[in-house]
Nanobody, 124 residues
């Protein structure tokens, strides 16, 4: 069983950067695809970025392409989301997620485990 804990959220101004971290415990993440989701007030949760277990395939929602980067440090069992040039519309609770099954080649599908989320607020 895996436990995921996000950190790194906060209040920033438009144009600033943040790096979110997701520390996994209980199971190594190296064999699993991982991703970041977000949910803004009054909106449904949406996928932001994802990567397959090998890192060979990544996915980014259109609104963050060129600004956000997903990465992992397997030695630290930690997932990251580097967010640059943040915009007001990026304000949301950000969740880390892990694929249900290992070695999947579908980066943006098959998530079965979630963290509790970290709040990101971007002011203009």
């Amino acid at each position: 069983q895996v436990s995921l804990e996000e950190s790194g959220g906060g209040v920033v101004q438009a144009g600033d950067s943040l790096r979110l971290s997701c520390a996994a415990s209980g199971r190594t993440i190296s064999a699993y695809g991982m991703g970041w989701f977000r949910q803004a007030p009054g909106k449904e949760r949406e996928i932001v970025a994802a990567a397959t277990w090998s890192g060979s395939t990544t996915y980014y929602t259109d609104s963050v392409k060129g600004r956000f980067t997903i990465s992992r440090d397997s030695a630290k069992n930690t997932l990251y989301l580097q967010m640059n040039n943040l915009q007001v519309e990026d304000t949301a609770v950000y969740y880390c997620a892990r694929h249900e099954y290992p070695f999947s080649d579908a980066a943006s599908l098959g998530f079965g485990h979630w963290g509790q989320g970290t709040q990101v607020t971007v002011s203009s």
